[in-house]
């Protein structure tokens, strides 16, 4: 209510300022007043041009023979009169010159005009103090956490799929809150945190709300970025109001996402030790594990870089436990798909086992993707359910992008496409052991002219040397048919190049799969924190990094003169793929497909 009033009371002012503003400018341009310096005005006066003279303590405004009005501003009175001298003294006391002299009027805009500023100071200055929630000038230090109430819609464990252990690991902390004498008359002590680790898309967020769902408890949700300001100390007075108001509510849980973007290793800023995400962070540490204490209050975080958060905040009694949020296996794909689809019209022809054994390396967020563009395919093509066909087009949409149909594509265009897409397939046919053509596509999508999709039935985590091998020689298959039909090559090959390139990088430095560098990890795997990074020599010395190169090239070479062989042997089915993806310009089904794969 009273924003309401100090927003109208702000406009209300800000109309009468407008308009006293334009009276005052078109009083001063519909004035005929001349306006001329004092010096001149006692010269008309000398002269015996002026009929008459009006003055007040800063202005003279004389009336000349012709008419015209003269305005001139003088400093007084007084200082007028040894001015003008006894000459106009005397014209003044014969009466020959009309004299008047009055007060200044008093300026209705002169008074408005310092009430005005002072009222708009006023206003705006009750404005910042209310400043709507944590807006104010005086909120800068509260928290920005949301409490989750009836509102916000309740999610269970019965909502989430495809994480069987991780809701076994959280289910005690909601056991704990339910019926913590349980675990008290034991001794135990419930985790004062819970790490959640997992690539985006698996569910990290989605696991903290089903927690709150099912515990029945205060849950406070905020995001890491919502602790640090420009204004140094204030990130750290919003963690001790955060746990003041956690302290008040509990038992209760605190849910930080994105917690890396406060909880970085400490010494990693170019300012010093001293900057406002430290603080923050130091805050932190001291209210999950400091002399105060917080029973009753559980913390569950959520990041996707645990390789650079700060140690202190590791350790057992801060974040005891750290629970890994992977990409589902086959079971967990289709239980997700399940949930997603109960809430969808589907079509009996849809097989969501097959669907899910054939969408591999897919997290949970990216099914739910493919659920969701099925639904508008079929809804864009005036269908009641959702068909096999939505899905296939959902699938490949979300994996490479939308058709690009309205792309004209030259005869020789579609040639060059049709070949370098047959030489991946070929290639993989042949010499791959898992990964099996699903899809070919000289559809142009997003970024690629065409495409082919691989599929593999085994989920098996180990990959061997021969299955990385093989996957270099056929990505590398474009390539080798465009040398072979064309006797020439193009630029279509980039991105093939760059995944065969990081293929075989990692099986010399991170895999020990090269004999003439031995079996040493030359690389962590990791990305590049420059904080930890920067300044950090290389372990190994630059001959091994020419001898690294070599051996990456070596691998390269060798498996594409292994695609080039067979393909030319394989010539004549070569081109028969290539004809039949001139004249179908797609080829297989849609329905297999793997994630996470270049074509």
């Known amino acids: 209510m009273l924003q309401r009033f100090l927003r109208s009371a702000g406009i209300w002012i800000g109309i009468l300022i407008i308009f006293y503003g334009s009276y005052a400018l078109l009083s001063t341009i519909l004035d005929d007043v001349v306006e001329i310096n004092y010096s001149t005005l006692v010269q008309e006066v000398k002269n015996s041009n002026v009929t008459h003279l009006e003055v007040n303590s800063k202005t003279a405004t004389a009336v000349l023979n012709d008419g015209t009005i003269c305005s001139a501003k003088i400093p007084s009175l007084t200082v007028m009169h040894d001015d003008l001298g006894s000459e106009l003294v005397e014209m003044m006391s014969e009466g020959t010159l009309s004299y008047t002299t009055k007060s200044e009027p008093i300026s209705f805009w002169a008074i408005l005009s310092p009430l005005l500023t ?322 070919i596509s000289i559809i142009p999508r997003g970024r690629s002219g065409g495409h082919t999709m691989y599929h593999n039935d085994d989920e098996n985590a180990h990959i061997t040397k021969g299955d990385l091998l093989a996957r270099i020689a056929s990505t590398l298959g474009g390539r080798a048919a465009e040398a072979i039909v064309l006797e020439d090559i193009t630029t279509g090959a980039s991105q093939d190049i760059k995944y065969a390139t990081q293929l075989a990088h990692e099986m010399v430095t991170r895999f020990g799969m090269s004999e003439s560098v031995g079996l040493v990890c030359y690389e962590s795997g990791d990305e590049v924190f420059l904080g930890r990074d920067l300044g950090v020599s290389k372990s190994y010395s630059e001959q091994m990094a020419g001898k690294i190169d070599s051996e990456i090239q070596r691998i390269i070479t060798t498996q594409y003169e292994a695609a080039v062989k067979v393909l030319k042997e394989n010539r004549e089915k070569l081109d028969r793929v290539a004809k039949a993806l001139l004249e179908k310009e797609t080829t297989g089904s849609t329905y297999y497909g793997q994630c996470r794969r270049p074509d």
Do not use: W
């Not at 569910?203 to 420009?230: C, H, N, Q």
């Not at 005869?411 to 070929?426: L, M």
């Open 118 to 439: 002072i009222i708009m100071i006023i206003v705006i200055f009750m404005i910042m103090m209310s400043g709507g929630g944590t807006r104010g000038a005086m909120n800068f230090g509260k928290s920005r956490a949301k409490l989750l109430d009836s509102s916000f819609k309740k999610v269970t464990f019965s909502d989430v799929a495809g994480a069987k252990e991780e809701k076994e690991e959280l289910s005690e902390l909601v056991d704990f809150l339910k019926n913590p004498a349980k675990f008290t008359e034991l001794g135990a002590r419930i985790p004062k945190g819970v790490l959640l680790v997992g690539s985006p898309g698996t569910g990290k967020t989605l696991l903290a709300r089903a927690v709150a769902g099912e515990a029945g408890v205060p849950f406070f949700t905020i995001s890491g970025s919502d602790f640090v300001e420009m204004y140094v100390g204030v990130g750290a007075s919003r963690v001790r109001d955060l746990f003041e108001q956690a302290k008040a509510a509990k038992p209760c849980i605190i849910f930080i996402d994105e917690i890396d973007a406060v909880g970085r290793k400490r010494g990693s800023g170019m300012g010093g030790g001293h900057d406002e995400r430290e603080q923050t962070l130091n805050q932190l540490l001291v209210e999950m594990d400091g002399f105060g204490k917080n029973e009753g209050i559980i913390i569950i975080a959520a990041t996707n870089r645990p390789d650079i958060l700060d140690p202190a905040l590791l350790r057992p009694g801060r974040f005891d436990r750290r629970i890994v949020v992977d990409i589902p296996d086959v079971v967990g794909r289709e239980e997700i798909l399940a949930i997603y689809a109960a809430k969808k019209p589907i079509s009996s022809d849809v097989d969501l086992k097959k669907l899910a054994k054939d969408t591999a390396g897919c997290s949970g967020a990216e099914l739910e993707n493919i659920m969701n563009e099925a639904a508008i395919f079929a809804a864009r093509r005036n269908r009641t359910v959702i068909e096999k066909q939505d899905i296939e087009d959902a699938n490949t949409k979300v994996l490479m992008g939308p058709e690009k149909r309205s792309h004209v594509m030259s005869d020789e265009e579609k040639r060059i496409t049709a070949y370098h897409e047959a030489g991946h397939a070929i290639a993989a046919k042949l010499l791959s052991k898992k990964d099996k053509i699903s899809h």
